[in-house]
């Protein structure tokens, strides 16, 4: 067989099957298509006063445990008004949070409503351990939810 060849495939062979032609060196895609996507931004840190505040509320920082950490973040989300939604999470693979940025399966300049649950943990500064407490948070603008348009 040779590059011209017209053989068709008999679905046996490794890479594909079916009706394309056999072409040295070629591969069937096997994913899908490639999907839209586009971002919003918001970046949870320990500095925020949300969190800072809630260490405190906690006792956390009384007791000498001021470095806060954020364990994990999930993304809740809807563009249809609640009607589905929709999850992100930090613990997702590939994960779709680099640097307070959230990648979304939505083309750009949609209108996308969103609240923020997150994990947090805290310990003083000498421990080695992981964290001391660890404790949960919500981000939703006070209830109202977030809005932003996709970029």
Known sequence: MNANSME???????????SEPIRPGYVRPTTSPIVRTSRIHFDVNPTLPEVVAYAAARGWLSQGFEVLTVAWQELHWTIDGWKTTNKLSSHDVPC???????????????????????????????????????????????????????K
């Open 96 to 150: 779709p949070i680099t640097a307070g940025f959230f990648t979304l399966p939505v083309k750009a300049g949609t209108t996308v409503e969103f609240a923020l649950h997150v994990g947090l943990k805290c310990r003083a500064e000498q421990d080695a351990a992981g964290a001391r407490d660890i404790g949960e948070l919500w981000f939703n603008d006070g209830g109202k939810n977030y809005r932003q348009v996709t």
């Open 8 to 18: 068709h495939r008999t679905g046996d062979e490794p890479g594909g099957g079916g």
